[in-house]
């Protein structure tokens, strides 16, 4: 059952993501905005649930600002942002009448940030990367145009998805080896392994459809890290979920939990691409 209303949520989720997409500019801008409000709230709600007292309105706030500074392509703008969350969390904590767990406060605050607003950021980033790669308009081999931003931008949730959707039939049906039982015990190697080959191979027919800027060696550096990261995103949230004794971070997405659930492993695999076409291919 649980399956099926994934299915549903993945099949009205995904055009509508797509439709999105193709309009880029200020309509994706406002759909990551919303998964960054989305997320950093969850983010604070398990922070509460761990006892602590994070600055929600502070990190809500930053983390949204980080999105605009993605989108304004301004790094000064960015590093600006971390600086004076750091200053203003720190003044304060110092005003707050109790000062007990002040570090957890003050990092759990500048985490949840960088964690959720600026990771998931780089989907931004890919949507305006367009300026580094020429042309701004593709043709694949069905002689259809393709715009860069869409295909740059949708290229993560692509790999991402194909590698978590073929770990978990692959480890489901021939796992044996756990890869990390203290944190998650569902998760072995041959899941990793046929993650790997299912995000290598998707990245293939996405360069053949709507990425015809990558090379086979993109493909397979692409694919494969993505096999590398996806995972650990995914254990980095069940590690977090762990420490607060929680299955699922909310109840946003039917089927699939949180929002923090779902798109765990698309807040590493999101930087990992970006940087890669940044320093290694742009032609």
């Known amino acids: 059952m649980n399956l099926v209303r994934r299915w549903i949520t993945a099949i009205l989720f995904i055009p509508a993501l797509i439709v999105i997409a193709w309009a880029g500019d200020i309509y994706f801008l406002i759909l990551v905005e919303l998964g960054i409000f989305l997320g950093v709230y969850e983010f604070c709600d398990i922070l509460r649930q761990r006892g602590l007292t994070p600055y929600k309105s502070l990190v809500i706030l930053s983390s949204l600002v980080l999105g605009l500074s993605a989108y304004s392509q301004s790094h000064l703008f960015t590093v600006l942002t971390i600086t004076m969350l750091v200053i203003v969390v720190a003044i304060a904590e110092l005003c707050r009448r109790k000062k007990e767990e002040a ?4 990092s759990g605050t500048v985490f949840g940030a960088i964690y959720v607003g600026w990771l998931i950021s780089h989907l931004i980033l890919l949507m305006q990367m367009p300026e580094v790669l020429k042309p701004l308009v593709y043709t694949n081999i069905f002689n259809i145009p393709i715009r860069l931003g869409t295909s740059l931008a949708l290229l993560p949730f692509v790999l991402t998805w194909t590698n978590d959707t073929m770990a978990f039939f692959t480890g489901r049906r021939f796992g044996r ?12 190697w041959e899941g990793v392994i046929g993650g790997a080959v299912g995000a290598i191979i998707a990245a293939f027919i996405y360069q053949q459809i709507y990425a015809p800027y990558l090379s086979w060696f993109d493909c397979m550096m692409l694919g494969g890290g993505t096999a590398i990261v996806a995972p650990i995103g995914d254990l980095v949230e069940s590690m977090i979920k762990r420490d607060v004794e929680i299955k699922d971070v909310s109840t946003t997405i039917p089927g699939h939990g949180g929002f923090l659930d779902r798109f765990d492993s698309l807040l590493f695999t999101a930087p990992l691409i970006y940087y890669y076409l940044r320093f290694f291919a742009v032609r």
Not at 103 to 106: E, K, M, Q, R
Request: aromatic residues 12%; without cysteine; positive net charge.
């Open 103 to 106: 570090i957890f406060h003050l």
């Open 177 to 188: 080896r756990k890869l990390f039982p203290s944190i998650s015990p569902n998760k072995t």
